[in-house]
């Protein structure tokens, strides 16, 4: 089963700022989020409940999943080192 994977505006704007390669990496690990939002390696995000996280080298894609309605939500891209720094 495939689900819609949708990028809210903050996240979205994030992308056009990294270095190429960076963004393509990301980009692909979103895109695979539609085939299988569980992926090898993610994990739930503690300090926000519902929420998942997959890494991408030093960056973080936090993630939340419906799979009701079979829709990955993303709705933050941070590097790993500011997501410590928010709890």
């Known amino acids: 089963m495939s ?3 949708e990028i ?3 996240a979205r704007r994030v ?3 990294l270095p190429r390669d960076l963004r393509d990496q990301i980009r692909a690990a979103i895109r695979g ?3 299988d939002p569980r992926p090898h390696g993610c994990c739930q995000v503690v ?4 929420y998942w996280r997959v890494r991408v080298r030093g960056w973080r894609v936090i993630y939340g999943i ?3 309605a079979q829709v990955v939500t ?3 891209i941070m590097p790993r080192q500011d997501d410590y ?3």
């Not at 300090?47 to 519902?50: D, F, T």
């Open 85 to 87: 720094r928010q709890r």
């Open 15 to 17: 992308l056009p700022r």
């Open 47 to 50: 300090s926000r409940p519902g």
């Open 66 to 68: 419906d799979d009701a």
């Open 33 to 35: 989020l539609a085939n």
């Open 3 to 5: 689900h819609r994977v």
């Open 74 to 76: 993303v709705v933050e």
């Open 8 to 10: 809210v505006a903050p």
